[in-house]
């Protein structure tokens, strides 16, 4: 099948080489949306007729559901497809399962793959927009600006701010889009880890980006702390070495040492008692995860309207 030509502006691939101004615009319009997912306020019914595939090809729970509610909340229709009782389990390839679900007439795809890169090939194969829900160890845009979303809220502006992100560097999606979205807006980013997990290199790769392995040691310059799941999926050891907590855990001693309204973030799911302390996630003033669940939701929201505007009023 020819694909067909599309604006690549309505696909969400990489928050790479998006500019301060039209990341400035989707935080704006995902504030603007918040009210709506809090259930405070309603967008005017509509019932557009568009129809958004989500092709799940790897395990998920906040960005698939958050995606369908979003596609719900904007009036359209979403189409779930899961790794699990579809022909992927066959060895059906990822641009072949694409490309059907997109013949099917989808004004929008939705990508999660374990393949890097995937959401890109996705998108070169149908024609059709597609957003990046997360794609091996490369981007994961739409988290990228949720958390943005989340840290601009609470802390003003990201202007000049320190941003701690901490744990498996190497393997995070979710931390590649940060690092992006996060110093496009101004922020310097610290990336807190294990050598094997936080090379040097990254720090070679913009003037904003700073590389530590002693946690202790620059947590109290912190602005705000993002700790990060290790990704064994994606890793060769398989294991957590057992001290990681004691060296790299937000404890709750830590979290004491934290300066006054340091906000603490993480992407889930949590793996309690080795990043993240229940105590600390129990705090609801200091641990946003919650917060960036809702924002999660209006993100999508924002990214599906830029994806689907002109396919709907077409
Ligand atoms: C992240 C992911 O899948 O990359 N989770 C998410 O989307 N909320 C992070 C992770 O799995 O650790």
Redesign the pocket.
Known sequence: MRPRMTDPNRSLLTLRGLDAGTLTSLLDRTESLLPVVRGVAQLPRTDSGAVVGLLFLEN?T??RCSFETAVHRLGHQPVVLTGQGSSVGKGESLSDTAANIAAMGMQALVVRTPLSGGAALVARVTGVPTINA?DGRHE?PT?GLLDASTLRSHLGSLKGKRILIVGDILN???ARSNIHALTTLGATVVLVGPPPLVPWVFAECAPQIEVAHDLDAVLETADAIMM??I?LERSAGKSVASDYRAAFGMTSTRASRLREGVPVLH???INRGVELDDEVAADLARCLVLEQVARGVSARMAILERALVPAVSA
């Open positions: 998920s906040r960005t997360g994961h988290q995070s999606r979710v990060l799941r990704q992407p889930g799911p």
